[in-house]
């Protein structure tokens, strides 16, 4: 069934006579995998699966109409379906549908009173999604839709549900006044944060989820000045950035830029300096320039384009670290030069650069050779610069420049493919289609491999802040666990760094670049997306679209919903959210080990 899964297309066969003929288990997995298509096609083959006995195998089949965003007739289902879990997931299925029913709405108000709470909380989802998936033109709420909502937060104290119904008010544009004061005072931190976000009022509050919001939401010089010493460095660091985009005085940023708690705190601080004090910046930009930690390099090229220091710019655009390379980078020369590194994102940066440039043509010799450097290194996970590079290739109208084109409408990768015939339908006025449509199938770890993570947990030690514990996820994502072990255990991801720091949203990590475009894997990753959720403490497999995994990872530092059934899901934390929570830009994973339970068979022939 996963090899079946992981073929998609070509692989739907399988699925189909599975379906047709296996047992539930086998049908559960074939009915997940056509779900995972996402090819509404196949929504007649999941319909019947909705009156099998097995509850599972109906929870299956609801969930992949979710996944494929399909209508159903799910009045007659739902009035007769008696598993709590199984109306959940056909309540998500009713709010994701394309186009949604129209009695879509009244099904999901009356669900917020269904008897199980699983089944309450999948409604309230499918509310969530019924309005943001369905969110241009504005979707009007109706007044009974409206009232249901507010019954349920006062009824309910879930903290799911809450959220979900908060997240449903916000987008109907609800500000009901009783439920939000409730709200603000929830016991739960992520409910008090989503309210605070409607009300956008000034709060003191012990968490710094809620901090942060308030922070952000109602700022002023002195608050800033004050949230700068919080313990927390994710309002600390906003602190400090609203120190310079308010233009506080420079005498509340420059000791923070001399005596700042860390270096991020300093860099942050120059970069403020330098909006709320350009002349008062330009000597720290001076001296920090040669700071030896790269990151901080990449924060003193930030502040120099604010104050227009071109000679500090001109010498870090030919800094050692690519990411700072890419900071400092202003003139085509910089970017012809980038295309010369092994680094994804300096050469995508540097083909960015380069667009609309008047002698792009005496470049050509360089684009060709990043580009052909990149097709020979065999990765699929070079997308992103390939088709940076590619696209200045077509801006020339030259008989090489159509060669290659032609040739790449061959490519191994089918959105370089498909890039190739846009190039050549605009320069030829006549449509050419890409020979290349599909994605290969991916290399998967062996059968007995997953089979042994069954149970795993993995050890991510953080260098200087502790050990975060993750039981993996290899019921609902087998080959992405099995993936993310087997890099684990090459020590793959040791002395790799978390890179991007959204607070109350995500940190990512795990790229050999330090960046967003150099990727842990050599072949895109299939989505495994599910009923596995987007959860405070979750960690996710970041992508650059449909079944584009890179093997980087992402921690969710918040409930994030609208994730869920885009991103794979590959482990929950059980062990060290305070851990998660201190990790900073440039942290450092020190090791990522994979604990096995022991063979369950193994023990029963030793008794």
Known sequence: ??????????????????????????QMLAARALGRLENPTYRDALVPLLNSPDPHVRRAAAGALAQMRVPNAWTPIIAVERDASVRAAIFEAIGRAKPPAADSESLLAAGLKDAGSEARAGAARGLESLLRLNSKPPRHVGPATLTALHQAFAAYRGEEIRELILLTMHA?????????????ADPSAQVRRLALIETRQWVRDPSPLVRYEALRLAPTCDRAATAVSDASDHVALLAADLLGTLKCEAALIEPLISAGRSWRMRAHALVALANADPAKARGPISAMAANPTWQVRTYVAKAARIVNDTAVLAKLSRDENPN???????????????????????????????????????????????????????AMTVRDPRMAVLARIGEIDSRSTGDLLREALHDRDPAVAALAARILTARTGAPVAPQTTRLPIPTLPPAEYIRGLEGASARITMQGLGTITVDLQTAEAPVTAGVFAQLAEAGKYNGLTFHRIVPNFVIQGGSPGADEYDARSHEFMRDEAGFARNVRGSIGISTRGRDTGDAQIYFNLVDNFRLDRDYTVLATIRGGLDVMDRVQEGDVIDRIEIVRLAPAAGRRKQQ
């Not at 297309?9 to 086998?26: C, F, H, Q």
């Not at 109907?172 to 603000?184: E, N, P």
């Not at 050469?347 to 990149?374: C, H, M, S, V, Y």
Request: charged share 25%; aromatic share 2%.
């Open 324 to 378: 700072v390379a890419i900071a400092a980078m202003t003139t085509a020369d910089d970017a012809t030069r980038a295309l010369t590194s092994d680094h994804s994102g300096l050469i995508r940066a540097g083909a960015e650069r380069l667009k609309d440039t008047p002698d792009l043509k005496d470049r050509l010799p360089q684009l060709f050779a990043a580009f052909n450097r990149l097709t020979a290194g065999g």
């Open 1 to 26: 069934m996963i090899e079946a899964e992981q073929a998609r297309d070509a692989g739907a066969p399988t699925l189909l006579a599975a379906i047709r003929n296996g047992a539930p288990r086998t």
């Open 172 to 184: 109907a544009g609800d500000h009901d006044s009783a439920t939000l004061t409730t709200a603000l």
